[in-house]
């Protein structure tokens, strides 16, 4: 970034290379972030920084001694499946891998298992992992937002389902808190209640249609090619608005004293009306 507060040094690194291990040099603390979020054009090379990058933040935390490593992976590493109960506890098995061809809930599902192995072969480091839903905010945009927000009606498969949401600034939150914090292990995150695809519909004033999945496939395709989505996004993505993917918070609230400051649909209707004004800014473009 251009600017940067003083207190911090910014340093641009692959995440895969052998300096990352110096550049983490001295640090009590290491918060791993970086992820291929949108749609990759080169899947093997996602994988790469997604996991390989992984493992070497991990090992450099280990050879530089970290005394506790904190890594986002995410509520789709559950995976989207018929079978899901509601509101899912952190020992929850996780089958985001099993979504064949969603390269985000696959590389998040694997990411999360080497970190725990990574945690019990290296029991004096204390690892915390992180589990947020969909993480929505004033500057989000990706190919999460633009599927909820791009397209002029919400197609509303086999069920109704619910989806939670959860406010960058409250993942933030709940970062420090770990980062302070004596507890290690996963934890779930999201803001309180849950927006199904009909209320999604209401809030953004858009009609919602009830779409059989065989259908479902064209009209995605159509829009990928029309511009509306992302040209790479696969269709294996209609697993997650077909099948619950929601998440018990006990945990988190209970052991970490953490409780979102917006509620789903707070940060669903902050994030839609912040990405209306910004598309309206720029003459409805994407």
């Not at 080497?114 to 072969?121: G, H, L, N, V």
């Amino acid at each position: 970034p251009s600017e940067f507060m003083d207190s911090i040094s910014f340093e641009k690194l692959d995440v895969r290379s052998p300096d990352v291990e110096r550049a983490m040099k001295g640090a009590d603390i290491v918060i791993h972030l970086a992820f291929v979020l949108n749609p990759p054009k080169d899947r093997e090379v996602a994988r790469s920084i997604n996991l390989d990058g992984t493992r070497n933040v991990l090992s450099a935390a280990k050879k530089n001694k970290v005394k506790k490593v904190i890594v986002l992976t995410s509520a789709s590493a559950y995976g989207a499946h018929p079978d899901n109960p509601l509101f899912m506890k952190e020992d929850h098995p996780l089958r985001g891998d099993l979504n064949y061809g969603f390269w985000y809930s696959e590389d998040k599902a694997v990411q999360d298992r080497i970190t725990q192995t990574f945690a019990k072969e290296n029991p004096e480091i204390s690892v915390f992992i992180v589990r947020p839903v969909i993480v929505f905010g004033e500057n989000v945009n990706n190919f999460i937002a633009q599927g909820f927000f791009n397209p002029p009606a919400v197609s509303i498969l086999t069920k109704n389902i619910p989806f939670q949401f959860i406010h960058e600034i409250d993942v933030a939150r709940a970062i420090v808190l770990m980062a302070e914090s004596d507890l290690q292990g996963p934890f779930n995150l999201s803001g309180d209640g849950v927006v199904t695809l009909k209320r999604a519909a209401e809030i953004m004033n858009k009609p919602s249609l009830k779409v059989p999945y065989p259908l479902q496939v064209p009209m995605v395709n159509l829009m990928k090619r029309l511009g509306i989505l992302d040209k790479n996004l696969p269709n294996a993505v209609l697993d997650f608005f077909r099948y619950p993917w929601v998440l018990d918070t006990t945990r988190a609230r209970e052991e970490l004293n953490f409780s979102a400051h917006l509620s789903s649909e707070e940060t669903f209707r902050r994030a839609w009306e912040s990405y209306k004004a910004k598309r309206k800014k720029n003459g409805f473009k994407k």
